[in-house]
Every structure is written in C-alpha cells, then in structure tokens.
C-alpha cells in the first residue's frame, strides 16, 4: 500500500511534467511547424535539424525521461493499489501518457527526425521529403499533445477531487 502522501506528490509531479510536456507539444503543433511551413524548405529542415541536435542537450530531455518513469509510476500505484477509488483513472492517465507521448516519440517522432537528419536541404527531392515529414510529425506531435494534456487533466481531477 502506498501512503496517500506518496500519491499525492507522485500526481503533482505527473500533472505539473505531463502540462508542461503538453505546453512543449502545442507550441510545436499550433504554430512552430506551421511557420516551418511557410518559409523555404531549406530553411525549416535546417532550423528544425538545429532544434532536434539542441533538444538532447537541453532540459527537455530529463522532464521527458522524468515525466514517463512518473507515469510508469502511476500505473504501479493504480495497480497495486486497485482497491482504492480513483485507481483506474490513474492507470489511465499513466498508460495514456506512456503510450500516446513515450511511445509514439519513439516509434514516430524520433525516426522521422533521424531521417529528416539524413536530407540535404538544397536536393532535388527536399521539398517533397519535407513536406510529407511535416504532415506526419505534426500529426503524432498533435497525439502527443493530446495525451500529455489528457494526463495533466486526469491528475489534476483526482488531486482537486480526492478519489
């Protein structure tokens, strides 16, 4: 049994890392990709190559790793405290946040921006690998928004509602 203290910070930490996972994401979906899209694709695929080069260096990379074993966190909580109200609604929150952000940054994002690494900006073929690369993350990009969102949203109902 894990001691409703516990539970309590492990959902803080869970809803402030999930909402600003989601603050990230939407920046990238509501407009930074969209103004990628309008400038030359030399450009955007060398400005977005420097954003994928200086995000693992940067802060983001510690709240995306904290953020996930936080949410693995939850989903051991959920489980291993099924009894108590409120349980299945951490589970969900955990599971959507692993799969819908973790997951899919590692099976969609992270291979379109290795390939994005590989395209000279100025080939013959840039403006079409460009476009279909921008369709494609900022479609799992909006998934991640989504489920880091979701999760903020459920951690903060069970925090304001104590189930």
């Not at 060398?46 to 994928?52: E, R, S």
């Not at 946040?97 to 900006?121: E, H, R, W």
């Not at 989504?146 to 104590?162: A, D, F, G, Q, R």
């Amino acid at each position: 049994m894990i001691s409703s203290t516990l539970t309590t910070a492990l959902l803080w930490t869970a809803a402030i890392s999930s909402g600003l996972m989601a603050g990230i994401y939407f920046a990238f979906s509501g407009f930074i990709m969209k103004s990628f899209g309008n400038i030359p694709t030399q450009y955007s695929v060398t400005a977005m190559n420097a954003i994928n080069e200086t995000i693992i260096r940067s802060w983001f990379m510690p709240l995306f790793f904290g953020s996930s074993i936080i949410s693995v966190l939850l989903v051991f909580v959920a489980i291993t405290n099924w009894d108590e109200t409120g349980a299945g609604l951490k589970l969900i929150a955990g599971m959507v946040y692993i799969v819908g952000m973790f997951v899919c940054t590692a099976v969609f994002n992270v291979p379109l921006n290795q390939s994005l690494a590989k395209l000279d900006p100025v080939s013959g073929n840039a403006k079409l690998v460009w476009s279909e690369y921008l369709r494609k993350w900022t479609t799992w990009n909006h998934l991640r928004t989504v489920s880091s969102l979701v999760t903020c949203v459920l951690c903060i109902w069970l925090l304001t509602y104590k189930l």
